[in-house]
């Protein structure tokens, strides 16, 4: 039955009210209203689109996805449908899908700048940058003064390695909508592939006096998440001692955004009633297949087995593991909104709060400066300090960790004697490949590095030339990126300006399969870790295989997981004392045969120490036992 005049009366009202209460930032206001709209008629199409949007925004994705695709089914071909469809589904990562939406809106038309600018994002995620860049053009094209037009094609140029570019558009984005969150952006803005080590600390100087400076004015950020949407994640690629900047950097943000100091009500006074368990959080967006799930998952269901713990996966993706999920007590995904989501843990009551990998995404990380809980840690899931006041622990291992670690870090360093993880050992490809099937050259000597393109200092750059100017037989093989299969190329440019005489040596393959990946690995003479970020996951496959791994330790925990592992296998013949050390040992191995198969030899008969370690699960449970006993809030 079609709505009464009285009822199209008041539609008009809840729905002028609703548009208000959005352009106010009252979104809960606005939800309100636009329910009270469709409750008096399922068929209002232009309410199911505009509550899609809304529901998106609080992160509640399933629920806008359903409204988009009513108001969808309502009026077809309608561009601004489409394009609500396709912001849900990227938000549940669904990119295949919200691509096809978007172009369906630009079909239906063609200066739909939204839909121009969330196809762009879309593209970039799947690493088509040009194409990307294309539409935010088109964007700008039918709308000049469209700031998030300009603010995403920067972050695109940022993402493709185009710094200069990318600072001219924050610039652009600024000026048409001044923004803290822009002015941020632009000053901890770093390169994925600096030039030098001395570039490098002009870099870091530069963005130490940027931070100074913004302390200095009264800035404001109400959302950081959305107005700034990114960590300092490259620091740490940089070989130099971050805790000075992440303090600054974490300051910053308080500064800028007091709300991030957000206290939950049970951490305000002490608890009245001992509890028979201890409740335990574990927090991340990557309890997935990603590294941070190869090396927390498997952990973190043993520990929910502890008659005395009460795990709780606090989701922050809504896509972890499920066999995680069943393992643990609970399972929370809190709202993609910082404020929503602190008062959901908050009412976890959690004793502790343990965070795999501050610093992997900007969520998580802003998540991480309020007290959610009296005791509150970091794990190796990003190897470096948070920086954080509110952090208390970071939960490492004497295997890994230098004698003057402390030093690096902002929170109680905890140096647990077992390996901080979890691992099963890789199984080998049931029929691995030979190097004429992988198309590898079998007359050469393989050095090969199976690492992400970020972990390459300059420093390492030297090495790599080195090797190949002592091993006039030899080829270094590296591995293009999976999501942006261009961004090899800085990399690429970087060496051959340095080293041009050997450039010809430094072969680029494609992202690999797991199966593929071993088979590499097995085929290569020689593994040549990265320094000064070294090997993790990628450690533990490469020492099942047996092949050689040769590693440098650095000062800091990310340029040590290889040299842990040894340690706990008893052998560090691969072991280098210093760069030309290295050297030496990366051609010894790669040119003698014979000293090569012994060693693999070794290491096959040695590593399994490594792996599925049960000892981890004990101390960990101890020390959350012991701190849970001496809350620092």
């Given at each position: ?81 489409h394009n609500s469809v396709g912001v849900a589904l990227y938000a549940l990562a669904r990119l295949d ?472 296998m008893g052998m560090t013949d691969c072991v280098a004392r210093d760069p030309e050390n290295y050297v ?50």
């Amino acid at each position: 039955m079609p709505p009464s005049i009285a009822d199209r009366i008041r539609n008009a009202i809840d729905f002028a009210r609703a548009r208000r209460q959005r352009r106010g930032g009252d979104d809960a206001g606005a939800e309100a209203s636009y329910g009270r709209v469709l409750r008096r008629d399922p068929s209002h199409a232009e309410a199911h689109r505009a509550l899609s949007d809304v529901l998106c925004t609080r992160g509640a994705i399933q629920e806008a996805l359903r409204h988009g695709t009513e108001a969808l089914r309502l009026r077809p071909a309608w561009a601004d449908a489409h394009n609500s469809v396709g912001v849900a589904l990227y938000a549940l990562a669904r990119l295949d899908e919200a691509v096809g939406h978007f172009h369906r809106a630009l079909q239906a038309d063609a200066d739909h700048a939204p839909a121009h600018v969330n196809l762009g994002n879309a593209l970039t995620d799947q690493g088509r940058i040009d194409e990307a860049i294309a539409h935010y053009g088109k964007a700008l094209a039918s709308d000049p003064a469209n700031a998030t037009a300009q603010l995403a094609l920067a972050m695109a140029l940022e993402e493709d390695g185009r710094c200069d570019e990318a600072l001219a558009a924050y610039g652009r984005a600024h000026a048409i909508a001044p923004s803290d969150g822009i002015r941020i952006k632009m000053a901890t803005m770093l390169p994925m592939y600096p030039g030098s080590s001395a570039e490098i600390d002009a870099l870091r100087a530069r963005m130490g006096r940027e931070i100074d400076a913004l302390m200095a004015e009264p800035l404001r950020l109400r959302d950081p998440v959305r107005e700034v949407g990114q960590t300092a994640f490259l620091l740490p690629y940089q070989g130099r001692n971050d805790r000075g900047l992440q303090m600054k950097l974490a300051a910053l943000y308080v500064h800028a955004c007091p709300e991030l100091g957000y206290t939950a009500p049970h951490c305000r006074l002490p608890r009245t009633e001992p509890r028979a368990r201890i409740r335990v959080g574990f927090a991340s967006r990557h309890f997935t297949a990603h590294s941070v799930g190869i090396w927390f998952n498997r952990l973190i269901g043993l520990l929910a087995k502890a008659p005395d713990l009460e795990v709780v996966l606090v989701d922050l993706g809504g896509a972890a593991d499920p066999e995680l999920r069943a393992a643990c007590a609970r399972s929370v995904t809190p709202p993609q909104d910082l404020g929503a989501a602190r008062e959901a843990i908050a009412r976890e009551e959690l004793d502790i709060l343990v965070y795999a990998d501050i610093g992997m995404d900007p969520f998580g990380y802003f998540l991480a400066f309020s007290r959610l809980a009296p005791v509150q840690c970091a794990m190796l899931g990003h190897p470096v300090t948070s920086g954080i006041r509110n952090i208390d622990y970071f939960i490492s291992s004497a295997l890994f960790e230098a004698q003057d670690a402390q030093d690096h870090y902002s929170e109680k360093l905890v140096r647990l004697a077992s390996l901080p993880l979890y691992f099963p050992r890789p199984l080998p490809p049931a029929a691995p490949k030979t190097r004429r099937e992988l198309g590898l050259p079998e007359d050469r000597t393989l050095y090969s590095c199976p690492m992400m393109l970020h972990k390459f200092h300059p420093d390492f750059d030297a090495a790599m030339a080195q090797i190949l100017r002592r091993d006039s037989r030899g080829e270094i093989l590296l591995f293009s990126d999976a999501r942006y299969p261009r961004r090899h190329e800085g990399l690429r440019r970087r060496f051959a300006e340095a080293h041009p005489d050997v450039a010809g040596r430094l072969r680029f393959l494609p992202w690999a399969s797991a199966g593929d990946l071993m088979s590499i690995i097995r085929e290569s003479d020689v593994i040549i870790d990265t320094f000064h970020f070294g090997a993790g996951t990628t450690a533990f496959i490469v020492l099942a295989c047996g092949t050689p791994l040769v590693t440098l330790p650095g000062a800091y925990v990310r340029g040590r997981p290889a040299y842990g592992c040894y340690l706990k296998m008893g052998m560090t013949d691969c072991v280098a004392r210093d760069p030309e050390n290295y050297v030496d040992l990366a051609i010894k191995i790669g040119t003698n045969r014979e000293f090569r198969e012994a060693l693999r030899e070794r290491i096959l008969a040695s590593c399994g120490t490594l792996y599925a370690d049960s000892a981890v699960v004990e101390e960990l449970a101890a020390f959350l036992r012991s701190a849970s006993a001496r809350p620092a809030a």
